[in-house]
């Protein structure tokens, strides 16, 4: 009997690279972009902004407005983060932060690290208006 270890075809569930699609009209997740690219990633970092023509076409099955609500990464393994999941997953991906995203999600802490994510996105909701970012020239870095 023939055992099929890897039924998706991707990988046998290792991670190689994560996608992280982020708001590029929010100067917070701007901010967060520019810091983790500039951080030694153990698993590379590939950012391409929510909701556009290119996050479309790269995955279609994703609710594309809800992406825009909620940080959202996907593996290359097919599997997809939100939210808590999706920011400890990009701290995962990085050399000095591992560890860190480790001891995040163990139940133990997880419940402080879903408060604060949720704090963050909170604050990022409120500065939100139907037009922000429209014209944003980045100065507020």
Do not use: K
């Not at 290119?54 to 099955?61: D, I, L, Q, S, V």
């Amino acid at each position: 009997m023939s055992v099929d270890v890897d039924p998706a075809g991707f990988g046998a569930g290792r991670v190689g690279s994560l996608t992280v699609l982020f708001d590029e009209g929010c100067p917070i997740c701007r901010a967060a972009h520019r810091w983790l690219e500039g951080r030694a990633q153990l698993v590379p970092l590939m950012f391409v902004p929510a909701g556009s023509a290119e996050a479309r076409m790269r995955f279609p099955g994703l609710d594309h407005s809800a992406t825009l609500r909620d940080l959202t990464v996907i593996a290359d393994n097919g599997l997809v983060y939100v939210s808590d999941g999706a920011w400890l997953a990009c701290l995962w991906a990085l050399a000095d932060y591992r560890g860190m995203a480790e001891r995040l999600s163990t139940p133990a802490l997880l419940p402080a690290a879903r408060r604060f994510i949720a704090a963050a996105a909170a604050v990022r909701q409120s500065t939100r208006a139907e037009d922000y970012g429209d014209g944003c020239d980045d100065r507020c870095r």
